[in-house]
């Protein structure tokens, strides 16, 4: 056995998760997925008691509502601002049916989930982005959810804790998406003004305009470990400076080194890490 | 071609005037300020001091040059991070000295390249939109040509929006689009048809508030006109209460999309 997968090896069923980490017998075989970064199959019952992250560290992608039991207390969660709907502002091409497929395929409404939760007790505002929509992308619905939810939080005096993921704005609403960029950055900047915390927490992939605005605005911003983070799409880059791209580019990691990402975060301790900080940061200081 | 792709075309011409040739058109007293102090100075970004209609403004422009020589020194008028940094600074120092920003916006777009990444073009750009929003002094952007995504965006969280008639302001460039969606680029002149990129689309949608005639585009009579107008809606703007124009600035970009 290599010696990182030693490491990384369970070495109870409490560290597997509940499960058993003996082999499995073949015919028992339950179905499985395979790790892009240790190309092992991971047991999805394993998979899915250990937050949807392999042994060896790597980070699967989870929806917005595993995402959400993951980080919030139980039974915590109100949601807000589902009656929202995005429309197709400019009658684009197959943008119509397209968000009709998706809805019916995601169970969701649009790429955004809002709401007030607690999180080891502490009261937020939350939201989280809905990567198996339209890879959150960012249309008028996504930003009006977004921008309400800044505005109940300054209101009531919330901190929000927001989870990004993102393909950028949705170029089938034209600037009906881009526009979104200058409204919830308004909402925020508002938020900000009010003494207010705002947490975000970029994941796999955050990129575009979702990166250019709400995204890159916390006063706190942490990353999953190995989450694409950008801004210009790496394949157009590519293209555009015809040069190979420099190795780890565009993640969470090389976010860190530049100094545009507070820490790194892997999902198990996410929970515990932001309770921390909502704690410290809606404290009162020693300044009156 | 259709008459959207045309406009799209116009609205790139190497002979159209640039970001410097409205400042030399509209002001007087124009110095160059460079810098964003943090990192370096952006050739993209034209930004300084100079007076318009005799009074002193803060002028930030993307000039993306007329020559092929020109074009590659400023990037294309595509915007580094520094740029938008350096755009931020001089806002900050606008408001000090209460006096009113222009903003000249004509750009495919932010950079896209390895540096601006590293250096935080959407960090740059995301604190542009938020901090632009509560600039408490009057800002005024005119889309010139391309208004090309958040590169654009990033000058354009302003009191009023004005484009020439045939400037274009788009999420994504009609190729981008094309390719994305038909995986063919050829198809951007349909892209941009849909993308309801002219000023028209975005006076009727409520994006701008005033298109700009531009039958004598680059003449005296045309500076003359648009600085008697732009004179005349800073006056209105300096005229209103801060927090009104502030509330007025919000509830503008309230409105889109809801």
């Known amino acids: ?288 | 071609m259709n008459a959207a792709y045309e406009t799209v075309r116009a609205a790139r011409a190497n002979r159209r005037p640039t970001g410097l040739d409205y400042i030399h058109g509209l002001c007087t007293d124009f110095f160059e300020l460079h810098g964003d102090r943090r990192y370096g100075d952006d050739s993209a970004v034209v930004a300084g001091v100079a007076r318009l209609g005799g009074k002193p403004i803060t002028v930030i422009a993307v000039e993306k040059g007329h020559t092929a020589q020109e074009r590659m020194a400023r990037s294309f008028g595509m915007p580094q991070p520094e740029g938008y940094r350096k755009a931020l600074r001089l806002m900050r120092q606008a408001e000090k000295f209460r006096r009113p920003v222009l903003c000249i916006v004509d750009t495919a777009g932010a950079t896209c390249g390895v540096g601006a990444e590293e250096r935080g073009q959407g960090a740059a750009i995301a604190e542009n939109l938020m901090e632009m929003m509560t600039l408490r002094t009057p800002v005024i952007s005119l889309i010139i040509g391309e208004g090309g995504s958040g590169g654009a965006l990033a000058l354009a969280v302003a009191d009023r929006v004005w484009m020439l008639e045939k400037a274009i302001y788009s999420v994504i460039s009609p190729e981008g689009c094309a390719s994305i969606l038909w995986k063919d680029a050829s198809k951007a002149p349909e892209a941009a048809e849909q993308l309801k990129l002219t000023a028209g689309d975005a006076l009727r949608f409520g994006f701008i508030e005033r298109t700009l005639p531009e039958e004598d585009l680059g003449k005296e009579s045309f500076y003359a006109r648009l600085k008697t107008e732009l004179t005349a809606e800073f006056a209105v703007l300096a005229a209103m209460d801060t927090e009104t124009m502030l509330e007025e600035r919000y509830r503008r970009f309230r409105k889109m999309g809801r």
């Open chain 1, 1 to 288: 056995m290599p010696f990182l997968e030693f490491l990384f090896q369970p070495k109870n069923e409490l560290e597997a998760g509940g499960h058993s980490s003996a082999p499995v017998q073949a015919d028992e075989r339950e179905p499985e997925k395979t790790c892009p970064n240790c190309h092992r199959g991971v047991p999805l019952s394993r998979l899915w008691a250990n937050q949807n992250v392999c042994a060896c560290g790597y980070h699967f992608r989870i929806g917005g509502r595993p995402r959400l039991r993951h980080l919030i207390d139980r039974d915590s969660f109100t949601e807000l601002f589902s009656e929202i709907q995005g429309g197709d502002p400019l009658a684009f091409p197959g943008y119509g049916e397209k968000l009709e497929t998706t809805r019916s395929v995601s169970r969701e409404e649009e790429a955004v989930i809002c709401g007030t939760a607690a999180i080891e007790g502490q009261k937020c505002a939350v939201f989280v982005m809905e990567p198996y929509f339209m890879m959150g992308s960012m249309g008028a619905a996504v930003g009006e959810r977004i921008t309400r939810l800044f505005e109940l939080a300054t209101e009531r005096r919330l901190p929000v804790v927001g989870c990004t993921v993102s393909g950028g704005a949705r170029m089938q609403e034209g600037l009906f998406s881009l526009m979104q960029m200058a409204k919830t950055s308004g909402a925020v900047k508002r938020h900000s003004d009010a003494g207010l915390f705002y947490l975000t927490l970029l994941t796999d992939p955050t990129t575009g305009g979702v990166t250019a605005s709400f995204a890159m605005e916390g006063d706190v911003i942490l990353a999953e470990p190995g989450a694409t983070v950008g801004f210009a799409g790496a394949r157009v880059i590519e293209q555009t400076t015809r040069k190979p791209l420099p190795k780890g580019f565009q993640t969470s990691e090389s976010m860190l080194v530049h100094g545009f990402v507070d820490a790194i975060v892997p999902r198990a301790r996410q929970r515990s890490v932001i309770a921390q900080l909502l704690r410290i940061y809606t404290e009162k200081g020693v300044r009156p």
